[in-house]
């Protein structure tokens, strides 16, 4: 066994670290782990998780800026940050099987009860869990997507997150799967994945909403899918992967089918996806293509609404900077006078030094100004992000709804001609 194979054996990863990656949860707990080690990364109170953050990213600069590596918060596999990492948790004596352990402490034995019939310690029987399956998501009828789709769902995730409720994001992705477009369903695969991740008890509250806005014939198909996945049966076929679309068709057929052999009347009330099950496929694509320039009218709607919302936000994060340079020059002046009868040049001093002259003439009462309120405003205004995380969302939101709309006219010159 070679050196680097040695350093192997106490770091490595599967796939590529970065902010834009696609990566693996265990890559990420070794990162993290390996980083905290190293005194590069703050755990969090809440300890450290699987979820892929900026403090790992910046713990990756800070390691590689030490280390004398390429600054660009990017570690691939076989690498140079994985090689010089691998050889700093060599000289501690770590490896990655240290790495994955759980830090969860260790419990206590309980003592053992005594059954007083027998006067031998009781034994609990050990209940049966039930198996759970995976979701449909995680299927292995599901393809992998483009990096650029899994960075636009990624943007998109950090928009939802910041609210409660869904908003019109279910409608969006559902107006995408009405024609069962297999880039679509694996798109959206890749985002409820990530939902799943990263706020797994969203997952399925999100995923009832899109369902019952699509057409009964696509229900079926992810029904199918979840049916195939608590099965654990290959019922779509082991080595073909089966297109969606005609899954679908076939879907829609048994559907006609089903509603012929049935003597039963349809009722007023009957729910719309059961109407149409009564339909013919000819009369359900004429009101899908009649329906079409609405919802492309209203992407494009949505799109402006996504711009001008984009372009507030990116030109807060162009002003923010000048902004702080008035506020932070006005603060310097203001103590100008006080600074120079203690023999510091305020105008030249490091912004962290201003805090200390804050303090001391505050202190000593000088300026008619709330001197110590002025410097916390402009820290807060150099530590909001909020502008810049709009940004990202709403380029997130902007790729998704031209994606969406591109697949609206393609089905648009296939179908309704």
Known sequence: MGMFDQLNSFFRVGNTIS????????DVLKTKKALAQTGDYTVPDYGITDIPDMGMIDGLKKFQQKNGLKVDGVMKPGGPTEAKLGE??????????????STQPKQKPQPKKIDPLTGLPQVKMPKLKKSKANPWFQSSKIKPVKDEAHSA?????DGLLQYSKNG????????????GDEKAVHEYANFMQQLSDRKGDRVDIFHKEVVSLLPENVKQVFAQLQMDNDEGEAAMGANIEPKFSKRIEEQSAENVQRSKKSNETASKDNTKGNAQDKRKPDESIEEFCAALPGMIQKSKDDQREYQRKYDAAAKKVKELPEKIKRQEHDLRLALAS???SVGKDIMSLPWTSVWGVV??????????IDLRDKYTRINKMKNDKTAETDTRTYKGLID??????????????EKCK
Do not use: F, W
């Open 19 to 26: 902010q834009s990656s696609n990566t693996q949860p265990d």
């Open 168 to 179: 019109s994001l279910p409608a969006l992705y559902a107006n995408s799967l009405q024609n």
């Open 88 to 101: 700093t948790m060599a000289n501690q004596g770590i490896s990655n099987t240290d790495l994955l352990e």
């Open 359 to 368: 303090v001391s003439a505050a202190n000593a009462a000088v300026g008619a």
């Open 338 to 340: 006080y600074a120079a």
């Open 400 to 413: 998704s709804e031209k994606a969406h709309m591109a697949r609206l006219k393609k089905t648009q010159s």
């Open 153 to 157: 769902n990624a943007r998109t995730m």
